[in-house]
C-alpha cells in the first residue's frame, strides 16, 4: 500500500511536552486506499473524521465512526473518553457510527429477510459489547425486540443463540435493570437450561442470564421463577461439558447464596449426593491439574486463554466450597445446653468407647469424674459446660469429637489412652484439645465468611465427601496428639503446639491436596522438625531481602565505623590476656620449648618469656620485652624465615603418621600445616634483652589454630596503624552489625521497609509558628 498524507492531519509538533499526544496510525476503509497519519489526540475527533471523510469523497460525515480493528479491546467504537487507548501502529477503520448501525440492525431483524436477519444477529452479538453502540440499540427499542423474539420462539439454534449472547451483553453495560425481566422470559431460558438438546451455544448464555436474574434483581418473585424451575439436579447435567462448567458452578452458587435457610439445606444435600460429589470431584480435580500443569510450565503465557479459564472456574470452585462449609456455621455458633439429655448421651458414649466401661460402671461420682479427666474435660462435675463456655466452636466441637470416636474409634482410643499414659504435665488434654482445634479449623477455613473477591483457593478433597468438615478434622486431631508428642510439651506449651499444628495445616493446604490420603500424607511429611527448618529459612531470606533495602545498606555503612572499633578493642584485649606458643626459631623449631606473650594494658610493649606446656604466666613473671615501637612489621605463612625455604615431610595430624602428601592450603581442612598459622615480628632495634642466636630481629610463632591466628595478626596490624584483613574479622563485622540492625529495627517489626525515602514533603508558606502562653 502507498502511504497518503492527508492535509491537516499531519501537522509537526515540536515541543516534547505534546510529543506524547501523537500517535501514528492507518485508517482504513473497504474500497478505499489506506490512510497513514499522525493522529493529534488534543483534535476533536468530529474533525479528524471529517478530514477523512473529504480525503476519500464521504458525505455526511456525522454519520460515520472510528473503530478499532483489533478484537481483543474492550471499546469498538472509539470515542473521546477511549481514544486514550490508542496506540502507535494501530489499524483503525472507518465505519458508519453507532447510531446508525444500531438503527440499521433494528430495522433488518425487524424488517429484514431471513438471511439478512442472521446477517444482523451475527453483527448484534459482536457490537453489543460496545456500550456505545449499546445505548443507541437500547434507545431504538432494540433489547425489548429480543426479548419478544426469545418469549415466541420464533429462532432455533444459531440465531437464538446470537439472540441469547446479545440480551447478555447488552445486559451487563447496567443500563437496564433485571427486574424489568418477565416471567415468561424467564421461563422460555429456564426450559434451555433444563433441556441439553438446544446446544452449548444457546444453554451458555441462558445459564449466564439466569445467574444475573438471581444475583441483580431486587425483587423476590423473580428469585423464586428461577428456583423453581432450575434444580441442582439439572445443573449437575452441564457439569460434564467442559464449556458450561463455568457457567454453570456460577448458577449453582448464585441459587445457594440467595436461597432462604431451609432451601439452603436442601441445596446442600443435593450437593453431597454421591452422583453429584463424583461430578464436582471430577470437575475439580481437572482444573486442579490444569492450573498444576500452567504454574510448573516456565514457558506458559500469563495471558493465556486456558489460564484465564482455571483461575474463573477456581474462583467458583472456591464460591461452592465457602458455601458448603458456611453451613457449618449454625452449629459453630451455638452453645450446647449442658443441661440437654442429647449432649450427656453423646458425652456418656464418647466415654463408653474411648474407657471400654458401661453407663452402670460409669454412674459413680468418683469414677465419673475421673474418666472425665482423663478425657480433658475441665468441668468434670458437668462436662456439657466446656461445649457452652467455648462458643464458637459450640456444639461443632462435639460434633467432631462425636464423629471421630464412631468413625474411627480404633485411632480415637489410641489418641485418648496414650494421653493417659503421659505424666499430668505432659498430658494432652483430648477434650480442650479438639475443642480449640475444631476453632481453629474454622479459621482456617473461614467458616462463616461469605465469599472474598477474585479468591480462588479451593480444596478438591472437601468435594470427595459427604462429611468434610469431620474428616478433616479427624486427620488434624490426630496431627495434634503427632506434634504433642514431638515436642514433648506439657501443658503451659498448649498455645505454641496448637500454633505448630495450625502452621502444619496451612503449609499442608498450600498445595490444593486433591485428596484426604494426600493431605495426610503432606501432613507426615510436616513434622516439628520441618516446621523448625522452614522458619529458620524463610527468616534467613526475608533478613536477606531486608539486607539489600537501600535504607538498611545505608544503615550498615553508617555504624560499620563503630563496629570496627569494637572488633579492634577486642582483638587488643585478646594480645593483653595473652598466647603460649611452641618455640620457633630461623631455623624451626625448637624441641619441646614454648614462650608466652602477652601486651602491656598501655599497649606500650610486649612481655613474654619461655614457660612449660601447661604454664599460664602473670605479667610480671614474663622478663623479656618488646616495644611496641620497636616492630617494623610482621609476616605471614611462607613468607615467615622459619617456615621459608622448608619443605614438610608430612601433614600434621592429631594422633598417628599420615603419608607423605604435599598438598595446597586450605583454611577450612581439619588438618593444618605449619605455613597456614605462622607468623614472624620483625624490629627495628638491635639493642634488645633477648638474645637469639640466628637473629635478633626476628620473632617467629605459629598460632594453634586459625581464630589465635587471626586475632593475633588482627592485633598487630592495629598496633601497627593499619587495617584488619583476617576472616574471622568479617565474620565478627557481619555478626555485629547484623545483631546491631536487628536490635534498631525492633520497634519497626512487622513494618515493610520502602528501598526509597518517603518524598519530603513542601515548606510551609510562613513560619510564624503559634506557641501556647506559659
Known sequence: MSETKVPGLNVRITSKS???????VAITKPGQQAL???????????????????????????EYAIQFSDSNK???????????????????????????????????????????????????????????????FITNEGLDLIKQFVRDSKFHGEPMAYLLKSFVNLMEHGVVSWDTIEPEFTKKVTDYVSSPKHGNKIIQPSLEILESVILNSTQLSKHKEVEQQVT??????????????????????????????????????????????????TVSLEVWNREWNAANNAKQNVLNTSRTIGSEMGHQLYCLQTLMLNMYETRMNTPADPDDPNVQKQIDSLTKICFDVDNETAQSGNRKSTLYRKLGFQDQSNPGNDFSLNTPPGLLALDNICYFSNKYQESCVKVVLENCTRADEHDCPFIKASIMLTKTLCEILRIGEPPQEEETAYYPMLFSHDKPFEEFFCICIQLLNKTWREMRASMEDFPKVLGVAKEQITRALQNQPPTFDAFRVRLNQLTYAEIIRLWERERKSKEEDQAQAAPI?????????EMKELIRQQRLNYLIEGSKFPKYTTRGRTKEKYWQWKLTPNLKAFHYGDCAENDNLPLEKLNNKLPVSDIKSFVTGRDCPHIKDKKEKTRMAPTGTLPKTKFKTDTHHMFRRPTDHAFSMTTTSFAIQHVNSDTNDMYCFVAKDEVEFDMWTDGLNVLLGHEMRSTQMYKDLNMLLDMEIRIRLLDAEGIAIPNEPPPIPPEPENYDFAFPEL
Open 18 to 24: 505534546q510529543l506524547d499526544n501523537i500517535k501514528k
Open 232 to 281: 441442582p439436579e439439572k445443573i449437575n447435567c452441564h457439569l460434564n461439558t467442559p464449556e458450561l462448567q463455568k457457567n454453570a458452578l456460577a448458577l449453582l452458587n448464585a441459587l445457594f447464596t440467595k436461597a432462604s435457610p431451609d432451601k439452603k439445606r436442601k441445596i446442600n444435600a443435593s450437593i453431597q449426593n454421591k452422583a453429584f460429589r463424583n461430578v464436582l470431584v
Open 36 to 62: 497513514f497519519l499522525e493522529l493529534d489526540q488534543n483534535r476533536p475527533l468530529a474533525g479528524i473524521i471529517q478530514d477523512i471523510c473529504e480525503k476519500w469523497g464521504i458525505m455526511q460525515p456525522e
Open 553 to 561: 545498606i545505608e544503615l550498615r555503612k553508617m555504624i560499620t565505623p
Open 74 to 136: 474492550q471499546q469498538i467504537y472509539i470515542t473521546e473518553r477511549s481514544r486514550l487507548d490508542i496506540s502507535n501502529g494501530d489499524v483503525l477503520v472507518l465505519s458508519p457510527s453507532p447510531a446508525k448501525t444500531a438503527k440499521e440492525v433494528y430495522t433488518t431483524l425487524k424488517e429484514g429477510k431471513p438471511e439478512e436477519k442472521m446477517g444482523a444477529m451475527e453483527k448484534l452479538s459482536r457490537l453489543s459489547a460496545d456500550i456505545t453502540f449499546a445505548m443507541e
